[in-house]
């Protein structure tokens, strides 16, 4: 496979010795989407003409600003239990960041700090108990909106001046 390349990459041996191969991560691989990528690695000897087969797998996790569509900001996650990458329940049909699993009395927070003023733009969905369990966004430590129950994607929008504090909690 392309992403992936061997050492040494050709080579003989004397009959019955042994050798180690290293498989590595070419360049390329790092343009590789997130998922389970799969290669197979084979091994022939020219003499015999035997043949061995090895399969090789690499998993890429989605990073979490890939998850929020946004990589250029920092994004920190914490509470009693942090946001995570899933990828059951998405806009885009790729992925999208959920709150950790929370009970009562505790908190699963997202946060980033925006560097320029402009406009905010973001969707939303919640699936929680209706009027207890509440997703907010707060701009500078001020909610701005909560929602609760079960509510489809919405989109919001909010103009942040430069050094703003976006939480959803």
């Given at each position: 496979e392309e992403w992936v390349t061997i050492e040494p990459e050709e080579g003989s041996l004397a009959p019955?010795?042994?050798?180690?191969?290293?498989?590595?991560?070419?360049?390329?691989?790092?343009?590789?989407?997130?998922?389970?990528?799969?290669?197979?690695?084979?091994?022939?000897?020219?003499?015999?003409?035997?043949v061995r087969v090895r399969a090789v797998s690499l998993t890429i996790d989605i990073p979490l600003c890939w998850a929020l569509?946004?990589?250029?900001?920092?994004?920190?996650?914490?509470?009693?239990?942090?946001?995570?990458?899933?990828?059951?329940v998405s806009r885009d049909g790729e992925a999208s960041a959920?709150?950790?699993?929370?009970?009562?009395?505790?908190?699963s927070w997202l946060q980033s700090t925006v560097d320029v003023s402009?406009?905010?733009?973001?969707?939303?969905?919640?699936?929680?108990?209706?009027n207890y369990d509440y997703l907010e966004f707060y701009l500078?430590?001020?909610?701005?909106?909560?929602?609760?129950?079960?509510?489809?994607?919405?989109?919001?929008s909010y103009a942040v001046?430069?050094?703003s504090i976006l939480r959803w909690r």
């Open positions: 019955g010795a042994s050798t180690e191969a290293r498989v590595r991560l070419a360049q390329n691989a790092a343009l590789l989407p997130p998922g389970t990528h799969a290669a197979r690695v084979t091994f022939t000897n020219e003499d015999s003409g035997g569509n946004n990589c250029l900001l920092e994004w920190t996650t914490g509470g009693h239990k942090p946001w995570f990458v899933q990828t059951g959920q709150s950790g699993p929370i009970t009562h009395s505790q908190e402009g406009q905010l733009g973001f969707w939303w969905k919640v699936s929680s108990e209706s500078n430590g001020v909610r701005q909106v909560r929602i609760a129950g079960a509510v489809d994607w919405q989109y919001r001046p430069a050094g």
